[in-house]
């Protein structure tokens, strides 16, 4: 059998890999409870109040990965990471316990190389019907473009090696904010400033701009999305059109 023998057409519907970012306290593993029949696997604190299942606290990359394997042969649907940034911290302290030589940047290429192995399991996972969600901080970061700007961008809170890897492999990556306008306030002098209004609710981003990254691979995705309403996001992003 050749390969033009077994080819596909058309948007196909498959579970997906989704990287969600955002500082701490927005909302993003209430976000993850939202999502079919969930398991999270935490890397740190602060689920307890949240209405979801979960692992104990991992310490250890080894047992994340073990875990992530018997998730593959589990009845849960969605598999939640919570967070990635913890995950890395773990990875770089069991570089410095096993006493790895980390100069001439083999630390950071040695992190990333454990981290891509995490990566194949979720990607096992995700071959076997699961959808994966990576939940991260968010940190700001310098961006130098070769035409000579520059400008600081939110984006997940990892290493340079780390962060591509993982921004490559996620389906979609959504940015997660406060909902905020910008009105002049008027001052003495005819003088002006900028005044951030809190509009009251949560969202995310689908669409990355110079202010932060964000990405999907969905045609048609609107760019924000309620971060209440998990449904109408997950319905979007599974859908065939």
């Known amino acids: 059998?050749?390969?033009?023998?077994?080819?596909?057409?058309?948007?196909?519907?498959?579970?997906?890999?989704?990287?969600?970012?955002?500082?701490?306290?927005?909302?993003?593993?209430?976000?993850?409870?939202?999502?079919?029949?969930?398991?999270?696997?935490?890397?740190?604190?602060?689920?307890?109040?949240?209405?979801?299942?979960?692992?104990?606290?991992?310490?250890?990359?080894?047992?994340?990965?073990?875990?992530l394997v018997e998730c593959v042969q589990s009845t849960y649907e969605t598999i939640a990471i919570d967070s990635v940034d913890w995950l890395?911290?773990?990875?770089?302290?069991?570089?410095?316990?096993?006493?790895?030589?980390?100069?001439?940047?083999?630390?950071?290429?040695?992190?990333?190389?454990?981290?891509?192995?995490?990566?194949?399991?979720?990607?096992?996972?995700?071959?076997?019907?699961?959808?994966?969600?990576?939940?991260?901080?968010?940190?700001?970061?310098?961006?130098?473009?070769?035409?000579?700007?520059?400008?600081d961008q939110m984006a997940v809170n990892l290493s340079k090696g780390c962060r591509s890897l993982v921004s490559e492999w996620c389906d979609e990556m959504l940015y997660a904010e406060m909902d905020m306008v910008v009105d002049q306030k008027q001052e003495s002098f005819g003088r002006t400033r900028n005044v951030g209004i809190d509009k009251g609710r949560r969202v995310f981003h689908t669409v990355g701009k110079p202010a932060y990254q964000a990405k999907n691979r969905v045609p048609g995705l609107p760019e924000k999305f309620d971060l209440s309403d998990a449904e109408s996001y997950i319905s979007a992003v599974t859908k065939v059109s």
């Open 1 to 67: 059998m050749g390969f033009l023998d077994d080819v596909t057409s058309g948007r196909q519907v498959v579970p997906r890999k989704t990287l969600i970012h955002a500082s701490h306290g927005i909302g993003k593993t209430i976000f993850a409870s939202k999502w079919p029949n969930p398991i999270l696997l935490p890397t740190e604190d602060g689920f307890s109040h949240v209405d979801i299942t979960a692992t104990k606290r991992f310490e250890s990359s080894r047992d994340l990965y073990s875990a």
């Open 88 to 151: 890395e911290r773990i990875i770089w302290n069991e570089l410095a316990q096993e006493g790895f030589k980390m100069d001439y940047g083999k630390g950071n290429l040695e992190a990333a190389r454990r981290l891509g192995e995490i990566l194949k399991a979720c990607d096992k996972a995700r071959d076997a019907g699961k959808h994966v969600l990576l939940i991260g901080h968010t940190t700001q970061i310098r961006v130098e473009h070769p035409n000579g700007m520059s400008w």
